[in-house]
């Protein structure tokens, strides 16, 4: 069964994922490496006892014979077979020419390279093995890709001759430096870039460092290819560079930059929408919760039809809030004005006092609360509404309710009236108020009040905004 490097690094070694994410990288180029050397390539990662290491990934040269007639993928390369590796695991050095064993006891040359992470840790590394007894000639390889860099050198070179339809059709942003930096060719992606950076028109014959500051701690690198992440103001690009030599001579420096601002942002929002989700569930949960012990709190009561009515209204409050999350353009927060102007037109529809007709207003401002804060206030609000409809306009034909709401000195202020009889502690001490209380002293750490007032009664809930976004 064919098993990838991520399975392989998992059970075998200890690299973390952005480790394993490097390993899989290199390895897209290691078939294409191997044609062009006709070796056979491999790369090996550290094992778990930090003595041996594993094979996770190979390539063999399609147009010349293998060393190797079966896959040796997630298999061990032992210390005392493959020194080399071993060397370069433990000191990050690379290794060239050394005598190994093979897995097939074969013996080989092997080249090893050490790869890195971002922190300059060994995580891996890359072998070329060439067979002895066939005697290929190494010097010939040598020779042959530096013929190959140069012949890229000069199609490079005579880009600056010509305006070249095929590099003004990359997306990627190519400039062709002089080994004093200065630029050479670019193609259009790499104008519209400098000009958008750095404001000025003239760009051939200027120097890069001048034109692209961040350019400088990559150019000033020694080594052959370089590819570094970078910020930018407000973008994310990649840089990569290649040094391009002749006869051990540096002739010039390509420079290749992709923007990646929007994939980064699109990684960002998904992990976002990750958390948002998990904290979704969560809160779900707990809205379960709170349903649950508000029925057991009823079934208490056992008061009949009104109390399965009173805990429906409930439910619904609770259920008001994620409609409210449905319809918002923000991802965790609801639209109090519209929360509570919909929880007092349910209320009023399945309202418990059928002999008084009873008007609801509504006065605030549109502010946005999170939605956990929002279902313990769509609670509270329900409630006051609820007394207010089953005590305050008995023997009436008509009655008020206005509700208010607004940010006061950083606190959320709500205000529930009437224009009924009046309450009165002896005979308006109810589950409601019980919960209305509960809420907004554990859940909000608020305060709450009702009284008597000359016109009827007057309850009022202040709580501390917390991460509260006004409109």
Do not use: W
């Not at 390279?113 to 922190?119: A, L, S, T």
């Amino acid at each position: 069964m064919h098993r990838t490097i991520q399975e392989l690094c998992i059970e075998y070694t200890t690299l973390a994922r952005s480790d394993i994410d490097i390993i899989i990288e290199k390895s897209k180029s290691l078939q294409l490496t191997a044609d062009l050397t006709q070796a056979n390539l491999f790369i090996d990662c550290p094992a778990k006892d930090g003595k041996h290491a594993i094979v996770v990934a190979e390539a063999k040269p399609a147009h010349a014979p293998s060393l190797y007639s079966k896959p040796v993928v997630g298999k061990y390369a032992y210390a005392s077979f493959e020194p080399a590796v071993a060397f370069t695991h433990k000191t990050g050095k690379p290794m060239k020419r050394m005598r190994a064993i093979t897995q097939e006891a074969k013996y080989v040359k092997q080249s090893v390279v050490p790869i890195k992470n971002e922190n300059g840790e060994t995580i891996g590394s890359l072998i070329m093995e060439e067979d002895v007894s066939e005697q290929v000639d190494h010097e010939n390889k040598v020779k042959a890709l530096s013929e190959t860099n140069e012949q890229l050198s000069q199609t490079l070179i005579g880009l600056t001759e010509q305006d070249s339809i095929i590099s003004n059709m990359i997306q990627e942003s190519l400039l062709l430096l002089h080994p004093k930096g200065r630029i050479l060719y670019y193609n259009s992606c790499a104008g519209c870039l400098i000009k958008e950076l750095d404001g000025k028109a003239e760009i051939l014959d200027t120097y890069i460092h001048d034109r692209l500051p961040f350019i400088t701690g990559i150019y000033d690198n020694s080594e052959g290819i370089l590819q570094q992440e970078v910020n930018v103001g407000n973008k994310v690009l990649e840089v990569k560079q290649i040094i391009l030599v002749n006869q051990r001579q540096i002739t010039g420096v390509l420079v290749v930059i992709r923007d990646l601002t929007e994939l980064r942002e699109k990684e960002r929002q998904l992990m976002v929408k990750s958390a948002v989700i998990q904290e979704i569930h969560h809160r779900v949960k707990n809205n379960l919760q709170t349903v649950s012990s508000l029925l057991r709190l009823q079934m208490k009561r056992g008061s009949g039809p009104e109390g399965i009515q009173q805990s429906l209204n409930r439910i619904s409050s609770i259920a008001a809030v994620h409609e409210e999350l449905l319809e918002s353009s923000k991802i965790d927060e609801v639209e109090i004005k519209q929360l509570i102007e919909r929880i007092g037109q349910m209320s009023i529809q399945s309202q418990m006092c059928a002999d008084a007709e009873v008007n609801i207003a509504f006065h605030g401002e549109e502010m946005y609360l999170k939605s956990d804060v929002a279902v313990s206030l769509a609670l509270t609000i329900n409630e006051l509404i609820q007394n207010c409809l089953k005590h305050a306009f008995t023997h009436q034909n008509q009655g008020n309710i206005t509700i208010y709401f607004s940010d006061v000195h950083d606190h959320f202020e709500v205000t529930v009236e009437d224009d009924g009889v009046g309450y009165t502690s002896s005979t308006q001490s109810s589950l409601g108020l019980d919960i209305v209380n509960t809420i907004v002293c554990h859940d909000l750490a608020g305060t709450f009040t009702i009284e008597k007032t000359k016109n009827g009664t007057k309850a009022v809930i202040t709580f501390p905004l917390k991460e509260v976004e006004a409109v």
